[in-house]
């Protein structure tokens, strides 16, 4: 069973100058103190043998083994020692001093401060030593103070005086502390002989200690950033420590949102030292509004967040850009500036129908969409009726992941049907009253299709908006200031015809209770004066009229059948009016939510009738039935029981 140094792998015999273990200061340990439980599965198993007094099972068992270990990239120095360890043993109990004393060698170049297990053989442990005697030294180490050390590639962390055991022969050895000058120099360890060194350790940079109020600022030395400040106590934050500061000026610069940068310098001493600040304390940066709104639903949010209902103080408006929102049932309002330190302001945040510009046909970058967006907002913000504005990126991220919204309004697969939920769920998620879309106009730049629609509709009105052309901004302000056709119009519930040669309005016809019928009007009678204005015809009279406001009494001078003239007080009425059903002028979607948020006096019946033709327009024909049928109008002229029924055929 011949065996030589040449069984060890090159690739171990490489890593020799990487096996050193550190001893600690001068004081021997107790024996088996060294000594790591096995990781290695061959290990366990040899070890288990060598128990079992199977000495030659535990050479068969190792051979492989540390072949296969001492080739892992990963070397487990620990196991591999062990194993030499166990194949000494059972080599020398198999009366083979040469291989034994062969394995404790390549154990001593693998870890040079390697204890044997406890309670061995005085005989084993004799060989050991004597073979430790040949190829071991110590290295005896003084220092000024704890400090990292490292000896060829390994690093240790040492007291001010250690023993460390290596290898025989030479050694690099480097202080690695920071702040210190790394002083290599080259060592040169003997067999048996303590080598004795002393090391004076040279400061070359200096450390500050950084305090603040509050915390979580971030610190910079000369423009480089060195961390942020952690939660501390009341007097400030957690200490951060700056290392590695050169003798000479430096600069401080302490930066957090909503508070005043602080820029300031200082100068490390040479030689350099420890530096410490008293907390550093930064003034808030903040602004002053005040938030009022006639609505009494209105709450308000700064960039996506609630801060509560109106009418409100904000205080601790941080400087830099913000969007102001205040949203009610009815609309929103949306207030974008940059704040600057100390501003104040007070907003009157009236709210209008609100369209969310939610997206543009073939871009899909999140911030070029909100670019766009922003920019379609500005040109059209001098509109009063209605309000078109870009949702703040916190609220584009929360429903980005909504399922329901993962079609485009323009893709092919969007049907009429398809877009009516896309708003419904857009309006819901954005908590809007409806949605607008872009379409770039194909072939011109900066041009884009505005397609608006409001919640539950899929029918959208459409505005070409070059963004680039002032006349086309015109256009488009214009189109959105198109109000709300009259849904209710003044009347004397009395039916007037122009009769040849005859100057005034003849009444050919009194409603049954109504106001012309109070005022004691009748057949036959004419209509020749209202309000001291002289009536030759139907027009002058309904002029008249539409210029009075409801419930006022209107004087008239009537002619009756006999020829005689007399005086009459008759009170204004306000009976029904409808929007025309199509006219390409009106923004339908628009007029849906004007007609949502309608609250006029008397005019329920009116605005649910213009509600379903509304809807009936936009396609939403089981918005519309449920409507009229729930519509009750008088019989008669005009709009009436007459019209519903109309309008339900349709």
Not at 55 to 82: C, H, K, N, T, Y
Not at 173 to 197: C, K, N, S
Not at 306 to 314: D, F, K, L, N, T
Not at 494 to 500: E, R
């Amino acid at each position: 069973m011949g065996r030589s140094k040449q069984d060890v792998p090159r690739v171990l015999r490489r890593r020799v100058g990487a096996a050193l273990w550190l001893v600690a200061a001068l004081v021997v340990a107790p024996d088996g103190a060294a000594w790591q439980p096995p990781t290695s599965p061959d290990v366990v198993d040899a070890r288990r043998l060598i128990d079992a007094f199977e000495f030659g099972q535990v050479v068969d068992r190792l051979d492989g083994a540390i072949r296969a270990m001492a080739s892992s990239p990963e070397l487990d120095i620990d196991s591999l020692a062990q194993a030499y360890e166990l194949r000494g043993r059972a080599h020398f109990n198999l009366d083979n001093q040469e291989l034994a004393g062969l394995d404790f060698e390549n154990l001593l170049q693998l870890k040079a401060d390697h204890d044997l297990t406890p309670n061995l053989s005085p005989r084993i442990a004799e060989l050991f030593d004597e073979v430790k005697q040949r190829l071991v030294g110590v290295l005896l180490l003084s220092m000024p103070q704890p400090a990292t050390v490292a000896i060829d590639d390994r690093v240790y962390e040492v007291g001010t005086e250690a023993a460390i055991s290596l290898l025989q022969g030479r050694h690099r050895f480097t202080v690695r502390q920071a702040g210190y000058d790394e002083g290599m120099r080259e060592i040169v360890i003997v067999p048996g002989v303590p080598t004795m060194l002393s090391v004076a350790m040279e400061r070359i940079t200096g450390t500050l200690t950084v305090v603040t109020i509050p915390d979580g600022v971030q610190v910079l030395v000369d423009d480089a950033l060195h961390g942020v400040t952690a939660p501390g106590s009341e007097a400030g934050s957690a200490p951060l420590l700056i290392e590695a500061l050169l003798p000479g000026p430096h600069r401080l610069r302490l930066e957090r949102d909503c508070f005043v940068t602080s820029d300031t310098s200082f100068t490390m001493a040479a030689p350099p030292g420890d530096q410490f600040t008293s907390p550093l304390e930064l003034a808030p940066a903040v602004a002053t509004v005040s938030v009022r709104s006639p609505e009494g639903d209105a709450t308000v949010f700064v960039d996506g967040t609630s801060r509560g209902a109106a009418p409100i103080e904000i205080t601790d408006l941080c400087e830099g850009p913000h969007v102001i929102e205040v949203r009610a049932q009815g609309g929103r309002f949306v207030d974008r500036r940059v704040w600057e330190v100390g501003a104040t302001a007070a907003l009157d945040a009236e709210t209008r129908p609100a369209f969310a510009l939610v997206g543009v046909a073939g871009i899909a970058d999140r911030a070029t969409m909100a670019e766009v967006a922003t920019r379609v907002e500005a040109a059209l913000a001098d509109t009063t009726s209605v309000l078109i504005f870009s949702p703040t990126p916190a609220e584009m991220v929360q429903v980005a992941g909504d399922p329901r919204v993962g079609v485009a309004f323009s893709d092919e697969e969007a049907t009429p049907v398809r877009r009516r939920e896309l708003a419904k769920a857009w309006s819901e998620l954005v908590d809007t009253q409806g949605v607008a879309w872009l379409v770039p106009v194909a072939d011109e730049v900066d041009s884009y299709d505005l397609w608006l629609l409001a919640s539950n509709s899929g029918h959208p009105d459409v505005i070409r908006l070059d963004l680039g052309d002032v006349g086309s901004r015109a256009a488009a302000l214009r189109r959105l200031a198109v109000a709300l056709p009259p849904i209710v119009r003044t009347t004397l519930q009395t039916s007037v015809v122009d009769v040849a040669g005859i100057d005034g309005a003849a009444v050919i016809q009194v409603a049954a209770g109504g106001a012309g019928e109070a005022a004691g009007l009748g057949r036959g009678d004419i209509i020749v004066g209202a309000a001291g204005t002289p009536v030759a015809s139907v027009a002058d009279l309904n002029d008249v009229v539409a210029r009075a406001e409801p419930n006022a009494e209107l004087s008239l001078d009537v002619r009756g059948d006999d020829g005689l003239d007399r005086s009459a007080s008759i009170h204004i009425a306000l009976e029904p009016d409808t929007i025309p059903r199509e006219d390409p002028n009106l923004l339908y979607n628009k007029i849906l939510l004007d007609l949502q948020s309608l609250r006029a006096t008397g005019a329920a019946a009116a605005t649910a009738v213009n509600l379903a033709i509304t809807h009936m327009h936009l396609g939403n024909w089981d918005r519309a039935i449920p409507i009229l049928e729930g519509t009750a109008l008088p019989g008669g002229p005009g709009v009436s029981a007459a019209t519903v029924d109309y309008l339900m055929a349709l």
